[in-house]
Protein backbone atom coordinates (compact mmCIF):
# COMPACT_ATOMS: atom_id res chain seq x y z
CA UNK A 1 0.00 0.00 0.00
CA UNK A 2 1.38 3.29 -1.14
CA UNK A 3 1.43 6.40 0.69
CA UNK A 4 0.91 10.21 -0.23
CA UNK A 5 3.54 11.31 -2.15
CA UNK A 6 5.86 14.45 -0.72
CA UNK A 7 4.73 16.93 -2.95
CA UNK A 8 1.12 15.84 -3.05
CA UNK A 9 -0.57 19.70 -2.44
CA UNK A 10 -3.53 21.90 -2.91
CA UNK A 11 -6.69 21.34 -1.01
CA UNK A 12 -8.21 18.22 -3.25
CA UNK A 13 -4.87 16.55 -2.87
CA UNK A 14 -4.57 17.38 0.81
CA UNK A 15 -7.72 15.41 0.95
CA UNK A 16 -6.80 12.48 -1.05
CA UNK A 17 -4.11 12.67 1.27
CA UNK A 18 -5.47 12.52 4.59
CA UNK A 19 -7.82 9.63 3.13
CA UNK A 20 -5.10 7.66 1.92
CA UNK A 21 -3.57 7.82 5.39
CA UNK A 22 -6.79 6.99 7.62
CA UNK A 23 -7.28 4.35 5.03
CA UNK A 24 -3.97 2.82 6.21
CA UNK A 25 -4.59 3.17 9.45
CA UNK A 26 -7.70 1.05 9.17
CA UNK A 27 -6.06 -0.98 7.37
CA UNK A 28 -3.67 -2.04 10.26
CA UNK A 29 -6.50 -2.19 12.36
CA UNK A 30 -7.98 -5.19 10.50
CA UNK A 31 -4.41 -6.91 10.00
CA UNK A 32 -4.29 -6.99 13.46
CA UNK A 33 -7.47 -8.39 14.13
CA UNK A 34 -9.25 -5.43 16.20
CA UNK A 35 -12.56 -3.90 15.86
CA UNK A 36 -12.88 -0.09 16.24
CA UNK A 37 -14.19 -0.49 19.68
CA UNK A 38 -11.75 -2.50 20.94
CA UNK A 39 -9.05 -0.42 19.29
CA UNK A 40 -10.28 2.83 21.34
CA UNK A 41 -10.66 0.82 24.75
CA UNK A 42 -7.30 -0.28 24.65
CA UNK A 43 -6.04 3.01 23.84
CA UNK A 44 -8.92 4.69 26.35
CA UNK A 45 -9.69 6.70 23.53
CA UNK A 46 -13.35 7.43 22.42
CA UNK A 47 -14.69 5.02 19.78
CA UNK A 48 -15.97 7.95 17.87
CA UNK A 49 -11.78 8.95 17.25
CA UNK A 50 -10.92 5.56 15.50
CA UNK A 51 -13.77 6.51 13.31
CA UNK A 52 -12.91 10.28 12.68
CA UNK A 53 -9.12 8.91 11.95
CA UNK A 54 -9.91 5.86 9.57
CA UNK A 55 -12.61 8.25 7.68
CA UNK A 56 -10.34 11.43 7.38
CA UNK A 57 -12.61 13.33 9.53
CA UNK A 58 -9.45 13.90 12.02
CA UNK A 59 -5.74 13.87 11.23
CA UNK A 60 -3.69 12.36 13.36
CA UNK A 61 -1.04 13.27 15.67
CA UNK A 62 2.20 12.33 15.97
CA UNK A 63 1.85 10.19 18.97
CA UNK A 64 -1.79 8.90 17.92
CA UNK A 65 0.29 7.31 14.92
CA UNK A 66 2.79 5.61 17.66
CA UNK A 67 -0.02 4.41 19.70
CA UNK A 68 -1.71 3.01 16.67
CA UNK A 69 1.40 0.93 15.41
CA UNK A 70 2.17 0.08 18.66
CA UNK A 71 -1.63 -1.52 19.61
CA UNK A 72 -2.01 -3.27 16.64
CA UNK A 73 1.59 -4.27 16.82
CA UNK A 74 2.62 -3.09 13.60
CA UNK A 75 5.65 -0.70 14.77
CA UNK A 76 7.49 -1.78 11.59
CA UNK A 77 4.79 0.96 10.16
CA UNK A 78 5.46 3.82 12.55
CA UNK A 79 8.13 5.53 10.74
CA UNK A 80 6.22 5.45 7.30
CA UNK A 81 2.94 6.28 8.43
CA UNK A 82 5.04 9.63 10.64
CA UNK A 83 6.47 11.13 7.01
CA UNK A 84 2.90 10.93 5.80
CA UNK A 85 1.82 12.77 8.34
CA UNK A 86 4.64 14.89 8.16
CA UNK A 87 4.16 15.16 4.60
CA UNK A 88 0.21 16.25 5.14
CA UNK A 89 0.85 18.79 8.39
CA UNK A 90 3.63 20.64 5.71
CA UNK A 91 0.78 20.79 2.68
CA UNK A 92 -2.02 21.98 5.50
CA UNK A 93 -0.32 22.93 8.56
CA UNK A 94 -3.64 23.53 10.64
CA UNK A 95 -3.12 26.67 13.01
CA UNK A 96 -4.50 24.52 16.24
CA UNK A 97 -1.43 22.84 15.72
CA UNK A 98 0.88 25.05 14.65
CA UNK A 99 0.51 27.99 16.97
CA UNK A 100 0.16 25.09 20.48
CA UNK A 101 3.89 26.23 20.98
CA UNK A 102 3.59 30.20 20.21
CA UNK A 103 3.07 32.51 17.77
CA UNK A 104 6.78 33.25 17.68
CA UNK A 105 7.88 29.68 16.86
CA UNK A 106 5.99 30.28 13.04
CA UNK A 107 7.58 33.82 12.76
CA UNK A 108 10.92 32.34 12.86
CA UNK A 109 9.63 29.08 10.52
CA UNK A 110 8.80 31.84 7.98
CA UNK A 111 12.23 33.71 8.32
CA UNK A 112 13.68 30.43 7.61
CA UNK A 113 11.77 30.47 4.48
CA UNK A 114 12.23 34.00 3.97
CA UNK A 115 16.11 33.47 3.59
CA UNK A 116 15.54 31.45 1.18
CA UNK A 117 13.61 33.24 -1.23
CA UNK A 118 14.77 35.78 -3.86
CA UNK A 119 11.42 37.10 -5.10
CA UNK A 120 8.55 37.69 -3.25
CA UNK A 121 5.26 38.00 -5.37
CA UNK A 122 2.35 39.14 -2.23
CA UNK A 123 -1.06 39.94 -2.93
CA UNK A 124 -3.48 40.49 -0.37
CA UNK A 125 -7.36 41.95 0.25
CA UNK A 126 -7.90 42.56 3.24
CA UNK A 127 -4.91 42.88 5.46
CA UNK A 128 -1.38 44.99 5.17
CA UNK A 129 1.22 41.76 4.81
CA UNK A 130 3.71 41.24 7.39
CA UNK A 131 6.96 42.44 5.98
CA UNK A 132 5.12 45.93 5.65
CA UNK A 133 3.44 45.72 9.26
CA UNK A 134 4.16 48.04 12.11
CA UNK A 135 4.36 47.27 15.41
CA UNK A 136 0.93 47.80 16.47
CA UNK A 137 -0.24 46.75 13.38
CA UNK A 138 1.05 42.94 13.77
CA UNK A 139 0.47 43.37 17.17
CA UNK A 140 -3.41 42.89 16.29
CA UNK A 141 -3.13 40.79 13.59
CA UNK A 142 -0.81 38.70 15.53
CA UNK A 143 -3.66 38.26 18.23
CA UNK A 144 -5.79 36.79 15.81
CA UNK A 145 -3.99 33.64 16.71
CA UNK A 146 -4.60 33.97 20.43
CA UNK A 147 -8.28 34.38 19.72
CA UNK A 148 -9.42 31.95 17.50
CA UNK A 149 -6.67 29.04 18.27
CA UNK A 150 -5.63 29.72 21.71
CA UNK A 151 -2.41 30.12 20.95
CA UNK A 152 0.33 30.93 23.84
CA UNK A 153 0.21 34.90 24.10
CA UNK A 154 3.76 35.38 23.08
CA UNK A 155 2.58 38.14 21.03
CA UNK A 156 5.19 40.51 21.80
CA UNK A 157 8.01 38.64 20.97
CA UNK A 158 5.47 37.32 18.00
CA UNK A 159 5.99 41.08 16.97
CA UNK A 160 9.61 41.41 17.36
CA UNK A 161 10.72 38.16 15.26
CA UNK A 162 8.22 39.59 12.13
CA UNK A 163 9.78 42.78 12.67
CA UNK A 164 13.51 41.57 12.61
CA UNK A 165 12.35 39.80 9.55
CA UNK A 166 11.91 43.28 7.69
CA UNK A 167 15.41 43.59 7.65
CA UNK A 168 14.87 41.51 4.43
CA UNK A 169 13.51 44.62 2.59
CA UNK A 170 17.11 46.38 3.07
CA UNK A 171 18.96 44.03 0.95
CA UNK A 172 19.39 44.58 -2.85
CA UNK A 173 19.69 40.37 -3.24
CA UNK A 174 16.24 40.10 -2.76
CA UNK A 175 13.37 41.85 -4.99
CA UNK A 176 9.81 42.29 -3.30
CA UNK A 177 6.75 43.13 -5.86
CA UNK A 178 3.17 43.75 -3.31
CA UNK A 179 -0.35 44.47 -4.70
CA UNK A 180 -2.56 45.55 -1.84
CA UNK A 181 -6.60 46.66 -2.34
CA UNK A 182 -7.22 50.00 -1.44
CA UNK A 183 -9.84 48.18 0.87
CA UNK A 184 -6.84 46.80 2.59
CA UNK A 185 -6.13 50.08 3.65
CA UNK A 186 -9.38 50.95 5.06
CA UNK A 187 -10.44 47.68 7.10
CA UNK A 188 -10.17 48.41 10.57
CA UNK A 189 -8.15 46.01 11.74
CA UNK A 190 -6.20 47.83 14.39
CA UNK A 191 -7.26 51.52 16.14
CA UNK A 192 -7.35 53.86 13.95
CA UNK A 193 -4.02 55.85 15.81
CA UNK A 194 -2.47 52.83 15.15
CA UNK A 195 -3.22 52.63 11.47
CA UNK A 196 -1.90 56.53 10.51
CA UNK A 197 1.35 55.30 11.33
CA UNK A 198 1.04 51.99 8.96
CA UNK A 199 0.23 53.71 6.51
CA UNK A 200 2.84 56.23 6.61
CA UNK A 201 5.34 52.98 6.36
CA UNK A 202 3.94 52.09 3.35
CA UNK A 203 4.59 55.45 1.77
CA UNK A 204 8.32 54.93 2.91
CA UNK A 205 8.78 51.85 2.25
CA UNK A 206 7.45 52.36 -1.39
CA UNK A 207 10.46 54.51 -1.73
CA UNK A 208 13.08 51.46 -1.36
CA UNK A 209 14.60 50.13 -5.23
CA UNK A 210 14.20 46.74 -4.95
CA UNK A 211 10.63 47.27 -3.14
CA UNK A 212 7.52 47.47 -5.54
CA UNK A 213 4.38 48.09 -3.99
CA UNK A 214 0.99 48.35 -5.94
CA UNK A 215 -2.41 49.50 -4.47
CA UNK A 216 -5.44 48.85 -6.19
CA UNK A 217 -7.80 51.37 -6.06
CA UNK A 218 -11.76 50.89 -4.78
CA UNK A 219 -13.54 51.59 -8.06
CA UNK A 220 -11.54 49.15 -10.28
CA UNK A 221 -13.27 46.26 -12.08
CA UNK A 222 -11.94 42.84 -11.58
CA UNK A 223 -12.21 40.12 -14.05
CA UNK A 224 -10.81 37.74 -11.04
CA UNK A 225 -11.94 38.41 -7.74
CA UNK A 226 -9.73 38.55 -5.15
CA UNK A 227 -11.12 36.25 -3.10
CA UNK A 228 -7.99 35.65 -0.69
CA UNK A 229 -3.84 36.76 -0.22
CA UNK A 230 -1.28 34.63 -0.90
CA UNK A 231 2.53 34.60 -1.06
CA UNK A 232 4.18 33.62 -4.17
CA UNK A 233 8.35 32.77 -3.02
CA UNK A 234 10.40 32.52 -6.21
CA UNK A 235 8.46 29.87 -8.78
CA UNK A 236 8.40 27.17 -6.15
CA UNK A 237 6.05 27.70 -3.32
CA UNK A 238 2.62 29.34 -2.70
CA UNK A 239 1.53 30.04 0.72
CA UNK A 240 -2.55 30.83 1.45
CA UNK A 241 -3.55 31.42 5.11
CA UNK A 242 -7.23 30.26 5.52
CA UNK A 243 -8.94 30.77 9.26
CA UNK A 244 -8.16 26.99 9.35
CA UNK A 245 -5.12 26.15 8.28
CA UNK A 246 -1.97 27.21 5.79
CA UNK A 247 -2.03 25.60 2.63
CA UNK A 248 1.47 25.18 1.50
CA UNK A 249 1.03 24.90 -2.57
CA UNK A 250 4.15 23.29 -4.62
CA UNK A 251 3.17 21.27 -7.57
CA UNK A 252 4.38 23.04 -10.47
CA UNK A 253 0.69 23.97 -12.75
CA UNK A 254 -0.70 25.32 -9.16
CA UNK A 255 2.25 27.84 -8.57
CA UNK A 256 1.78 28.73 -12.35
CA UNK A 257 -1.64 29.47 -11.69
CA UNK A 258 -0.94 31.98 -9.27
CA UNK A 259 1.82 33.42 -11.24
CA UNK A 260 -1.01 34.68 -13.72
CA UNK A 261 -3.37 35.42 -11.12
CA UNK A 262 -0.58 37.69 -9.68
CA UNK A 263 0.27 39.32 -12.99
CA UNK A 264 -3.22 40.00 -13.75
CA UNK A 265 -3.78 41.48 -10.16
CA UNK A 266 -0.53 43.81 -10.59
CA UNK A 267 -1.66 45.32 -14.17
CA UNK A 268 -4.43 46.56 -12.25
CA UNK A 269 -2.23 48.11 -9.77
CA UNK A 270 -1.27 51.95 -9.44
CA UNK A 271 2.44 52.39 -8.56
CA UNK A 272 4.56 54.96 -7.04
CA UNK A 273 3.48 58.84 -6.80
CA UNK A 274 -0.26 57.07 -7.99
CA UNK A 275 -0.25 54.60 -5.35
CA UNK A 276 1.15 56.95 -2.91
CA UNK A 277 -1.80 59.11 -3.80
CA UNK A 278 -4.22 56.96 -3.03
CA UNK A 279 -2.36 55.83 0.80
CA UNK A 280 -2.38 59.87 0.87
CA UNK A 281 -6.09 60.17 0.27
CA UNK A 282 -6.88 57.01 2.67
CA UNK A 283 -4.77 58.53 5.75
CA UNK A 284 -6.38 62.36 4.93
CA UNK A 285 -9.62 60.95 5.41
CA UNK A 286 -8.54 58.94 8.25
CA UNK A 287 -6.68 61.89 10.15
CA UNK A 288 -9.79 63.93 10.41
CA UNK A 289 -12.50 61.29 11.24
CA UNK A 290 -9.74 61.21 14.60
CA UNK A 291 -9.44 64.93 14.81
CA UNK A 292 -13.34 64.94 14.55
CA UNK A 293 -14.09 62.36 17.24
CA UNK A 294 -11.26 64.54 19.60
CA UNK A 295 -13.21 67.66 19.63
Not at 53 to 73: H, K, M, N, V, Y
Not at 98 to 120: I, M, Y
Not at 153 to 170: F, K
Not at 217 to 223: D, E, F, H, V
Request: net charge neutral; glycine share 6%.
Amino acid sequence: MTLPPRNTTGAANVHEARTTLGRRLRELRLQAGLTGTQLAESLSWPQSKVSKLETARQTPSADDIRAWTRTTGRDSQTDELLTALETLEAQHAEWQRVLTVGLQPHQRKLSELDAKTRLFRVFESTVIPGLLQTAEYAKARLAQGVILHGASNDIDEAVRARLSRQELLYRESKRFHFVITESALRLRLCSPNAMLPQLDRLMSLSTLPNVRIGIINAGTSYTIGPWHGFWLRDNEQVLVETFSAELNLVQAPEVALYGRVFEQFATMASYDRAARSIITQVADELAAEISAEGE
